[in-house]
């Protein structure tokens, strides 16, 4: 609530975060990485803002994982 975030966040219930990258090529890498090795729900490419980065949102539920991927990086 104190960041304005949606309550039916998975960041609410402690089941997501947010990965800041240090540059888009490095972002790239570690997208694809997660996406090979890593279980999750969402593996998200969420935009840079004007004012910063793009950067890496990652959920993870503790069942009926959907591997859902926004964009597909590695296709592009």
Do not use: Y
């Amino acid at each position: 609530r104190a960041v304005g975030g949606s309550p039916t966040s998975n960041h609410i219930s402690g089941c997501a975060a947010d990965i800041r990258i240090p540059d888009i090529p490095t972002g790239r890498e570690w997208f694809e990485w997660l996406q090979a090795h890593v279980p999750f729900d969402e593996l998200i490419w969420e935009r840079a803002t004007p004012t910063g980065h793009p950067w890496i949102h990652v959920a993870l539920r503790p069942e009926t994982n959907r591997r859902r991927v926004i964009p597909d990086l590695v296709k592009q």
